[in-house]
């Protein structure tokens, strides 16, 4: 296998550098957090033998001045976002995520029923909620734009409950009661991430603003068709992310050839009936 060492562009190079202090601060800022409460020793020290057969001797430790609780840190955080631009530039929606998941994590180490896990719990539903508003403020703002900016509008006609369904268990043939990867891990983010999007919230809400101005477009196809010539071909997706077709040549980024595709109201049907397009009667 060939090996390629990749250096950066100028612009590249500017972007990583500017990372990597960025990180350096949040490795700092965090640091600091973590120095801000001390520690004080209690109880006796026990002498402790590893499976290894290593000696050490093991002190308890507890917070004198605890670590600063959730308000504090929102408050220490909207201070830093003040203070520094980059930083007010990030995702609030990653950084909520993170949260998210590691309040999901303690409630899944938490003993069954203890008041940790009670408090997780309650955490966990708080930035769920969170997350609802925003993701339902989101489709009202989005929506109201597009009623109000466009004429017509289409939407991909996607089947969000197929998209998002679980999927199915594939049983390994060789070896009775045991059961093949299916890829289950992979499909359960995908599936956030379709329904974290709001769709089907963000297309009723369109179609209550923009009575009778609202279309869908069939989903088949719309990704293989070339929105220049009209092709349809599964090979003209050359990757994940990129559209070449095989026609005419002309290529793209595949979202926004769909995307085109949809707008122009074109695909739907089978590969027969969907030919060239054609003037409809509205
Ligand atoms: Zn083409």
């Known amino acids: 296998m060939a090996r390629y060492r990749m250096y950066p562009t100028a612009a590249q190079d500017a972007v990583l550098r500017e990372h990597c202090a960025q990180a350096r601060y949040v ?4 640091w600091n957090l973590h120095q801000f409460g001390q520690l004080e020793t209690y ?7 590893d499976r290894d057969g290593r000696r050490s001797i093991h002190q308890k430790r507890r917070p004198v001045r605890p670590l600063p609780g959730y308000v504090e840190q929102a408050r220490m955080l909207t201070e830093a976002r003040a203070e ?16 998210l998941r590691k309040a999901e994590r303690r409630a899944a180490r938490a003993t069954t029923g203890s008041p940790a896990q ?4 309650a955490c966990i539903a708080r930035l769920r909620a969170r997350e609802a508003d925003r993701r339902k403020d989101w489709c ?40 093949l990867p299916n890829r289950a891990h992979a499909k359960s983010g995908l599936n956030r991430a379709i329904l974290a999007q709001g769709w089907g919230l963000l297309v ?10 609202v279309e869908k477009v069939r989903a088949a196809y719309t990704s293989l068709r070339c929105s220049a010539c009209g092709w349809i071909d599964k090979n003209s997706r050359n990757s994940q992310a990129g559209f070449s077709c095989v026609y005419c040549g002309f290529s793209c980024n ?6 085109i595709n949809i707008a122009a109201g074109h695909a739907g049907g089978t590969l027969l009936s969907v030919r060239e397009p054609r003037i409809s009667a509205a």
Not at 150 to 159: G, Q
Not at 165 to 176: M, T
Not at 254 to 259: F, I, T, V
């Open 118 to 121: 009670k408090t997780e719990r």
């Open 27 to 30: 490795w700092n800022l965090a």
């Open 140 to 179: 009202e703002k989005t929506s109201t734009g597009l009623a109000r900016r466009f004429d017509l509008i289409r939407f991909e006609d996607l089947n969000i409950r197929n998209m998002t369904a679980k999927p199915k268990a594939r049983p390994d043939p060789d070896r009775p009661g045991a059961y």
């Open 84 to 99: 520094y631009s980059w930083l007010a530039a990030g995702s609030v929606v990653v950084q909520q995520r993170a949260r």
């Open 43 to 49: 109880g006796q020290a026990s002498r402790r033998v």
């Open 254 to 259: 595949a979202d926004e050839n769909a995307a």
């Open 204 to 213: 009723q809400r369109a179609i209550d603003k923009a009575p009778g101005r």
